[in-house]
Nanobody, 120 residues
Framework: QVQLVETGGGLVQPGGSLTLSCVAS????????MGWYRQAPGEQRVMVDTISKGDRTNYAESGKGRFDISRDNAKNKISVQMDSLKPEDTAVYFC??????????????WGNGTLVTVSA
């Protein structure tokens, strides 16, 4: 079994910053791409940013220039520093990972999400 655990969500004022982190653990052989997706109330889940094992990054237009994703392969961990947060960033943020399990199954895994609320 593989688990993704997100931390760092909370309440922040507009213009403030938060850093989210996600650690993958369990029956892992290797971890490929990881990233963050978010789902606002009444909206579909959308990609925020992704990062490959080789640190190649991809950002949705919404976060470009404000969000910075990083990765620690040794810890199967990613983080995203989110600056200049806006009320529109309010959402549940989900960690995503492409994982090869010890049983050599390639699967997509999701965390349970962490809530980010941007409000004055």
């Amino acid at each position: 079994q593989v688990q993704l655990v997100e931390t760092g969500g909370g309440l922040v004022q507009p213009g403030g910053s938060l850093t989210l982190s996600c650690v993958a653990s369990g029956s892992i052989f290797s971890v490929g791409d990881m990233g963050w997706y978010r789902q606002a109330p009444g909206e579909q889940r959308v990609m925020v940013d992704t990062i490959s094992k080789g640190d190649r990054t991809n950002y949705a237009e919404s976060g470009k220039g404000r969000f910075d994703i990083s990765r620690d392969n040794a810890k199967n961990k990613i983080s995203v520093q989110m600056d200049s947060l806006k009320p529109e960033d309010t959402a549940v943020y989900f960690c995503y990972a492409d994982v090869v399990t010890r049983g050599k199954n390639c699967m997509d895994y999701w965390g349970n999400g962490t809530l980010v609320t941007v409000s004055a």
